[in-house]
């Protein structure tokens, strides 16, 4: 997404409160909705929830006692409009990575850090191929110039051209390498780290093409923002829309339409970045030639051709990932999975046609009460909200229409864990739990499933007990698994052992060049402190003394905790205000009290507890979109940080980082619980459940849409079902 | 559809007009939308529209030249108004059946009125299986007591209740008839005719069971307007929500939403009427044991079963029809047709993915123009409107996304008549001929498509010479076949070589009994006055004098135009305003002048002509709703009118007909033509082209919406596509 629908704007969250209000006018005063229209109550309500947008910024302490939740009332609660605002008061809220979602601790991942790195020291296991040289570095030019001699003679104009253009350093390089490239590829080496300072120049003459694999949320957000003409974008991606994936569980029963969340990705970038899609799935990326090969859905020409491939310069992967099913048996055939539009509109027929075939003669009261048992596999947001929403849809609508249904329709919520919605606070899951309970919604906890028939579920409890359920649709939604073109591409790069691509801080594929990934296919390896402890101790001791004073080291604090974000987050952990707080206590833990100097022992003691901050950014639309607009922003500052790196010092190397890395904020999260209840889990953790924080999602979601007409579409939507409620035909 | 909603009221024409009113101004004046809002503007167009309302009375006469089309602006036009104001006029504009579909002259039918028939004289050969007596014959109860009698045993009490009941000639005949069906039968014929008056006290004990075969729009007007809790209505049909099929043209280009035309059936019976549905499709009617056979889409309960059978005591058939492919090769596989909002959502789909590959790599400019060929085969209303949406999308917005697209698109329409719209008047014909080859459409006339594979279509023109066109997609749309089901119940009841079923004018099936046919599965069978002709004038010369005065037959005259409508169409297409100019003028060429008396042969010669009026209805929406509104009326007065009948005298038997005979109104027809322009042709052959038919065709489209939500959403829909255009995402 973009910075302006991410960061929302002041003017986007004006427009959401207005519309929450008329909503809530619209649900609690239907029949004086003209009166009060035309009445200064709204005029007045305007201004005060203003009031409340300014006094938002008055934010509370994060050392709220967890006793036990606390439902909190809008009145008395002018935080929680908070996430709104954050041009009115300027500043944003600092990111909160305590519990925002599954948080997973990784094993060390041992690496260098490649912008310094030798070529001739790299593991030779980790990378199947020859590595072609640096981030950035100049030879991919090399190589497609020798392309371009091979397809259309000599050109020795064209390139005599364009090396006169190039830098001194790699012309002479280029020049000598017009017939071989894999000769060429050791004497490029020594020029990986040659300034690629012509970029610019370049691309007058040539655009550099960037291939987006994917138009979820990192894609889109990439498209978005990416605002430099010296780009040509080819995306790619077997959709040809962006889908506001967090309305899925409404489309499932219908209180958003489909179409109301997704928008045509040709919409999405900005018209001066020359963009083009191609709606085709990328079955393969091959890093060595640079080029990517693409399926298309339908026999495309008169041979019936499907595949073709697509070179690229730089490589955005944001393909996302897909449904996990833990190679459970049965779970694949039998299941409907929530990541795509088109599942949540299967999972819509099928609720209706539960009911239809349920209303059927010739059946008895168990078959009927079997047709009608829904089984949710998994109790993260998804699952949670699906669940509630299908609850919802049941008990408003369906019954109306299916009277007799009424006392057969039972849903069922399955959870290996021992608790729902774990990634949210416990106030928000015992409330959810409760809820549930109270709205007859089955919720088994410690169940895992482990077999799946076209009629009947089986699970195990923790305690060994089997028990067989029989179905009558299972939505299964227990988390993400890698998508087999990444699965294909990791074993590819030597990452075969892992989950999700590693990157770096700045999003480029480990061990790859030119190749970014973002969103759910990616995790990004955050560098240990300890690792580099002996190269910041030797950054910081400019004297080289031996040991650090003070003052040395409070030079480079920013510039560590601009590298190591582990740093300050272990900071706020401990309750200390600055670094000095930390190397104090390490000093009085070693004894050399009130010692103005401290040796390389006592940092490492100082720091050695950093790293276990490393967390793993949740598999969210919100990590994704910001790495989207992060990676953009990097993208269109390119030439103009190469010349001006605004990163920070490189710890190992010689001078700076070209960008700062990669930072996630974390604004909060919903769990919308049905019958108009969410609950909302803001930064600083505050916790707000009720009708107000479905005001505050409705507010959210409305501002956060893609595009106006996406965002008209789905409040018409809201109002359309408080009016008339959800329709059951079955299209 | 409902009366009021047919019958256009007051206040859904006041709610369109106001509705078209904001349309406009969004249209043409989207910047001033707030200040025209709130200025007095609007109030004085309202008042203004209202006024136009009143003045759509003063009609225009008949006669208007035809010399050439003429584009009537709305200004000098009040009365494209009209069709809106049936309630604010009070009085209903005459049907005219002129042109308002394809009009078929059929081979005269040999049949007797069965009202008065004697079973014994029935031509064995057209029923195959013995015939159960006569219309509302209370036999059908007797059969109903005796498979209660071998379910439940001796059940004499209930019988002896019932029998006491009933009229004195059948009890007896019933009381003896408790063991043998087929013995009964015979006794039973003598009974035809005996009264049914003991209905309503009948339907206190058990409800008449009434199953409805479909959910189209004769249908759902049916079950909208069937206002009677003494029945029972069983709805059976493979799709659970009405459709409003003159919008489907418009969703397959996603002017509107598929789920904005669609309203679950469930929710338009009235509450009083005991309804159910089941989502089946009928399989088999079986007349003589009172059965339909269904069978489920999906396996229904554990053995996967999902045949199962439903009993009536009335039948109402109204399946519709199917697409007609003239069993020309390759149809069936590679077209698409425009039936169903499924083949809507197909057709919107394909023409996106046409767009898609046409985009992807590879491919010769040949190939991308096959791809981008869209054929419409058919240029009646359908076919023609389809055209138009799919030139609108592609202008109007896939242009945008698809720039390069634009040089290769191509849209042709292909008719195998000399014309397009032949059952429109010549000027509309004339307008959107030259309008689509302005617009760029190839419209090809007189060609008939002869064969279909996958990627060319070949046709033949009228001098015999093939062509072969490849294509990218077919819509096929030439008109109606009949459906497999109605096919075999039309085998047996011996209408095998008949298109569609013949009901007589009260829409009851030839030759069964309760059942009750209306839509495109159906066709009046029209009695002609030329057979009755002796029995008229036996029945009009009460004197038995051998002549009839002017006064005797004046007597009979309303009742005769009652029965027979060709009368009063042959008076109006002579500008006769009086059965008397009639006869004065066959007097006058027999030559028996200013004589006040008439024999036989001059009365036959008066009306030799006449029966050349019979015409079939055409197959439109119109005059299924219609005849819903008629059945569900009729059934509700069923009691009512067994006492008093309303209808016309019977001619060839005793007493009167107990209900006035179906008639059809032709309230006009649109075309719309693209470009916010509509073809309107309105009763009383008015012609009005142009944007403010494209007005009048909102305001009479989102007033006949069968529901509100409907309504609003059809109204949103266009509102939407006007201010963002049309979605292209491929979903």
């Given at each position: 997404?973009e910075?302006?629908?991410?960061?929302?704007s002041?003017?986007n969250?004006?427009f959401?409160?207005f519309?929450?209000?008329?909503?809530?006018?619209l649900i609690?005063?239907p029949?004086?909705?003209l009166?009060?229209?035309?009445?200064?109550?709204?005029l007045?309500?305007?201004?005060?929830?203003?009031?409340?947008?300014?006094?938002?910024?008055?934010?509370e302490?994060?050392?709220r006692?967890?006793?036990?939740y606390?439902?909190l009332?809008e009145a008395e609660e002018?935080?929680?409009f908070?996430?709104?605002?954050?041009d009115l008061m300027?500043?944003f809220?600092?990111?909160?990575l305590?519990?925002?979602?599954?948080?997973?601790h990784?094993?060390?991942y041992?690496?260098e850090e490649?912008?310094e790195?030798?070529?001739?020291e790299?593991d030779?296991t980790r990378?199947?191929?020859?590595?072609?040289?640096?981030?950035n570095?100049p030879?991919?030019i090399?190589?497609?110039w020798?392309?371009e001699?091979?397809?259309?003679?000599?050109?020795?104009?064209?390139?005599?051209?364009?090396?006169?253009e190039?830098g001194?350093?790699?012309?002479?390089?280029k020049e000598e390498a017009g017939?071989?490239?894999?000769?060429?590829l050791?004497?490029?080496?020594?020029?990986?780290?040659?300034?690629?300072?012509?970029?610019?120049?370049?691309?007058e003459?040539r655009k550099?093409?960037v291939v987006?694999?994917?138009?979820g949320?990192a894609?889109?957000s990439?498209l978005k923002?990416?605002?430099?003409?010296?780009y040509e974008v080819?995306?790619?991606s077997p959709?040809?829309?962006?889908?506001?994936t967090?309305?899925?569980?409404?489309?499932?029963?219908g209180t958003v339409?489909?179409?109301?969340v997704v928008?045509p990705?040709?919409?999405?970038g900005?018209k001066?970045?020359e963009?083009?899609?191609l709606?085709?799935?990328?079955?393969k990326?091959?890093p060595?030639?640079?080029?990517?090969?693409?399926?298309s859905k339908?026999?495309?020409?008169?041979n019936g051709?499907r595949?073709?491939?697509?070179?690229?310069?730089?490589?955005?992967?944001?393909?996302?990932?897909q449904?996990?099913?833990?190679n459970?048996?049965?779970?694949?055939e039998?299941?409907?999975?929530?990541?795509?539009?088109?599942?949540?509109?299967?999972?819509?027929s099928?609720?209706?046609?539960?009911?239809e075939?349920?209303?059927?003669?010739g059946?008895n009261?168990?078959?009927?009460?079997?047709?009608?048992?829904?089984v949710?596999?998994?109790?993260?947001?998804?699952?949670?909200?699906?669940a509630?929403?299908?609850?919802d849809?049941?008990?408003e609508?369906?019954v109306?229409?299916?009277?007799k249904a009424k006392n057969?329709?039972?849903?069922?919520?399955?959870e290996a864990?021992?608790h729902?919605?774990?990634?949210?606070?416990?106030?928000?899951t015992e409330?959810?739990?409760?809820?549930?309970t109270?709205d007859g919604?089955?919720?088994?906890?410690?169940?895992?499933?482990?077999?799946?028939?076209?009629?009947?579920?089986?699970?195990?409890?923790?305690g060994?007990e089997?028990?067989?359920?029989?179905y009558?649709m299972?939505?299964?939604?227990?988390?993400?698994?890698t998508?087999?073109?990444?699965?294909?591409?990791?074993?590819?790069i030597?990452?075969?052992?892992r989950?999700?691509l590693?990157t770096?801080e700045?999003?480029?594929?480990e061990g790859?060049?030119?190749?970014?990934?973002?969103?759910?296919?990616?995790?990004i390896?955050?560098?240990?402190?300890?690792?580099?402890?002996a190269?910041?101790f030797?950054?910081?001791?400019k004297?080289?003394?031996?040991?650090l004073?003070?003052?040395e080291?409070?030079?480079?604090?920013?510039?560590?905790?601009?590298?190591?974000?582990?740093?300050?987050?272990?900071?706020?952990?401990k309750g200390?205000?600055?670094?000095?707080?930390?190397l104090?206590e390490?000093?009085?833990?070693?004894?050399?009290n009130?010692s103005?100097?401290?040796?390389?022992?006592?940092?490492?003691?100082?720091?050695?507890?950093?790293?276990s901050?490393?967390k793993?950014?949740p598999a969210?639309?919100?990590?994704?979109?910001?790495?989207?607009?992060y990676l953009a922003k990097?993208?269109?500052r390119?030439?103009?940080?190469?010349k001006?790196p605004?990163?920070?010092?490189?710890i190992?190397?010689?001078?700076?980082?070209?960008?700062?890395p990669?930072?996630?904020?974390?604004?909060?999260?919903f769990a919308?619980l049905?019958g108009?209840q969410?609950a909302?889990?803001?930064?600083?953790?505050?916790v707000?459940?009720?009708h107000?924080?479905q005001?505050?999602w409705?507010?959210v979601?409305a501002?956060?849409?893609?595009?106006?007409?996406?965002?008209?579409?789905?409040?018409s939507d809201?109002m359309?079902?408080?009016i008339?409620?959800?329709d059951?035909?079955?299209?």
């Open positions: 997404m910075e302006e629908t991410l960061q929302v002041s003017f969250s004006l959401s409160c519309i929450t209000l008329y909503s809530l006018i609690y005063f029949n004086d909705l009166r009060i229209f035309l009445s200064p109550v709204l007045i309500s305007g201004a005060l929830l203003l009031s409340l947008l300014r006094l938002g910024s008055t934010r302490s994060n050392t006692p967890e006793k036990s606390e439902i009332k002018p935080n929680v908070l996430v709104l605002d954050s300027g500043d809220v600092e990111w909160n305590r519990a925002p979602l599954e948080v997973i990784e094993e060390a041992d690496e490649e912008e790195e030798d070529p001739n790299k030779p990378i199947q191929f020859p590595e072609i040289g640096d981030w570095s030879e991919n090399g190589f497609r020798e392309e001699d091979d397809d259309g003679g000599i050109g020795g104009e064209d390139r005599k051209r364009r090396s006169d190039d001194k350093a790699t012309t002479a390089v017939d071989n490239a894999r000769s060429r050791s004497s490029i080496y020594s020029e990986a780290n040659a300034s690629y300072s012509n970029n610019g120049v370049e691309t003459t550099k093409k987006l694999l994917g138009t949320w894609g889109a990439f923002t990416l605002n430099n003409s010296s080819q995306v790619i959709r040809n829309y962006f889908a506001f967090p309305l899925l569980p409404s489309v499932t029963c339409e489909a179409r109301s928008e990705i040709r919409n999405i900005r001066n970045v963009m083009s899609f709606e085709a799935e990328c079955v990326i091959d060595r030639s640079k080029k990517v090969y693409c399926r339908q026999g495309v020409n008169s051709k595949e073709f491939d697509v070179d690229y310069d730089y490589l955005v992967i944001a393909t996302g990932a449904s996990n099913t833990f459970i048996p049965g779970v694949e039998n299941c409907h999975f929530l990541k795509e539009v088109e599942d949540a509109q299967r999972i819509r099928t609720v209706i046609d539960s009911f075939k349920a209303s059927l003669p059946l009261e168990e078959e009927r009460k079997r047709m009608l048992h829904f949710v596999v998994g109790g993260g947001p998804t699952g949670v909200e699906f509630s929403e299908l609850h849809f049941v008990n609508d369906l109306k229409l299916y009277p057969l329709v039972q849903i069922t919520l399955l864990a021992d729902i919605l774990t990634m949210f606070d416990k106030r928000i409330f959810a739990e409760e809820k549930f109270r919604i089955d919720v088994k906890l410690g169940s895992m499933v482990v077999k799946v028939n076209d009629k009947e579920i089986s699970a195990k409890t923790k060994g089997f028990s067989t359920i029989p009558g299972i939505v299964w939604s227990t988390g993400i698994g998508r087999p073109v990444i699965k294909d591409f990791m074993k590819q030597g990452q075969g052992n989950r999700a590693a770096d700045w999003l480029r594929v790859c060049d030119n190749i970014y990934a973002l969103g759910d296919c990616a995790t390896n955050q560098r240990k402190v300890m690792e580099d402890i190269a910041i030797k950054k910081a001791d004297e080289n003394s031996g040991t004073t003070m003052n080291f409070q030079e480079v604090m920013s510039d560590i905790c601009d590298r190591y974000p582990q740093v300050e987050l272990y900071l706020k952990s200390m205000h600055g670094i000095t707080d930390l104090k390490a000093q009085a833990e070693n004894g050399s009130k103005v100097e401290l040796n390389i022992e006592e940092l490492k003691s100082a720091l050695c507890q950093v790293d901050q490393v793993l950014l969210t639309g919100q990590v994704a979109a910001q790495q989207g607009t990097c993208f269109d390119m030439e103009v940080c190469e001006n605004e990163g920070p010092i490189r190992r190397g010689e001078g700076r980082h070209r960008f700062r990669f930072r996630y904020r974390h604004l909060g999260q919308p049905g108009e969410t909302a889990q803001l930064p600083g953790d505050w707000s459940i009720g107000s924080s005001w505050l409705y507010s979601y501002s956060k849409q893609v595009s106006w007409r996406t965002r008209v579409l789905v409040v809201w359309r079902r408080f008339f409620g959800r059951s035909s079955r299209i």
